[in-house]
């Protein structure tokens, strides 16, 4: 299938400034993390891209270890690009991360500058790119000074491997540390990638604000909880779901609970009354957080996108819904 662009890409989507940063993100991102490995037949992978594309999703994240393989979801992501997508290369922010364990040994994980340094210039050679447009370092490291992978992060924008940097699941103490040296640095830190949703509020306590203080963007990734915050789950497991995927080990039966599914339940039912699906309503819901700049979906399918973006034709909450959501939430 040769990838004919849509002359209206730009139409429907909404842009959202990146904390006081140059760069504008899609309301909605398309994160990687899942669907694109080698087990997942390649030509959806293409399809889901060429729809995220065509409805004006230019953000796409990926880190070195996703998969599985580690490292597959790079490989299979380079591929759809140099073959369908190279002449939109300018059109893209691309992000790739390092933080978690990548190869054997002491130097495939954590947080020194040897592993940093070394894992961009893999992920760049899987990629076949010569610049990722937003580098991060995926979690904190207890046991490497902070100074070295800020100053890590520094040295990759400095030799011109990414243009800006983030850090993702560093809490709010941690964060203000990373901004002091970055700062001082002048290194272009410009986002934070953390988990965010109706499901997982953990980032207003104290998070967000060190954000808004600093004008640093936020993207929230798993802001539909895997699916949990769909309507998928309410009638059991389907075969062709995450959880049911053996593969993918990070939702599981017993997080299916039945009083998240409670939970969700009464969420659908409101996001009916507001004419949405649950998952629209889930993603506008995390939008309404002020240093939100993205939320960050995964897809296993072209028409979950498709869905997803249509979420922004209603994004206001009134102040009832915004009441009931935190009374279910409770
Ligand atoms: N920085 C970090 O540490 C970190 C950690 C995790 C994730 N992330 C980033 O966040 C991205 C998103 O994570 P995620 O995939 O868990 O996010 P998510 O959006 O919470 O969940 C995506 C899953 O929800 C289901 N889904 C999506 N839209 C749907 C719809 N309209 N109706 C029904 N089901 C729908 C699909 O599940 P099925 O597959 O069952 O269809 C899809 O795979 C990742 O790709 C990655 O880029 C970052």
């Not at 979690?139 to 992060?153: F, G, Q, S, V, W």
């Not at 939320?295 to 296993?300: E, H, K, M, N, R």
């Amino acid at each position: 299938m040769r990838y004919v662009a849509n002359t209206d890409r730009y139409r429907d989507m909404v842009y959202n400034r990146c904390g006081n940063s140059g760069i504008q993100l899609p309301a909605i991102s398309l994160g990687l993390w899942n669907n694109f490995s080698d087990n997942d037949p390649i030509e959806n992978q293409r399809v889901m891209l060429f729809k995220a594309f065509d409805l004006g999703i230019t953000h796409f994240d990926l880190a070195n270890n996703y998969g599985p393989p580690a490292g597959s979801a790079e490989i299979n992501f380079g591929r759809i690009l140099r073959e369908d997508l190279a002449a939109y290369r300018d059109e893209m922010i691309i992000s790739t991360k390092a933080g978690f364990r990548m190869w054997d040994g002491p130097y495939g994980d954590w947080g020194s500058r040897k592993y940093l340094v070394a894992s961009l210039d893999q992920s760049l050679k899987r990629m076949g790119l010569e610049y990722v447009d937003i580098f991060y370092h995926h979690r904190p490291d207890p046991n490497t000074p902070l100074e070295e992978t800020m100053a890590a992060l520094d040295q990759i924008v400095r030799q011109g491997t990414a243009l800006y940097v983030g850090i993702s699941n560093y809490d709010a103490d941690q964060t203000k540390e990373a901004v002091k040296i970055l700062q001082e640095q002048n290194t272009p830190f410009i986002i934070h990638q953390a988990a965010y949703s109706m499901l997982d509020r953990k980032i207003e306590h104290g998070l967000t604000e060190v954000l808004e203080k600093n004008s640093i963007g936020c993207i929230a990734f798993v802001p539909l909880a895997q699916g949990l915050l769909t309507n998928k789950y309410l009638n059991g497991i389907p075969k062709d779901s995450r959880a049911a995927k053996d593969y993918i080990p990070f939702l599981n039966e017993k997080d299916i609970s039945s009083s998240v599914l409670q939970k969700v339940k009464s969420l659908n039912d409101l996001a009916a009354s507001r004419g949405q699906s649950l998952a629209q309503m889930a993603l506008v819901w995390v939008l309404q957080q002020k240093s939100v700049a993205s939320a960050l979906i995964g897809a296993s399918r072209a028409s979950q996108i498709e869905e997803n973006v249509r979420a922004l034709e209603n994004i206001q909450f009134s102040a009832d819904e915004m009441k009931q959501i935190n009374e279910i939430l409770k």
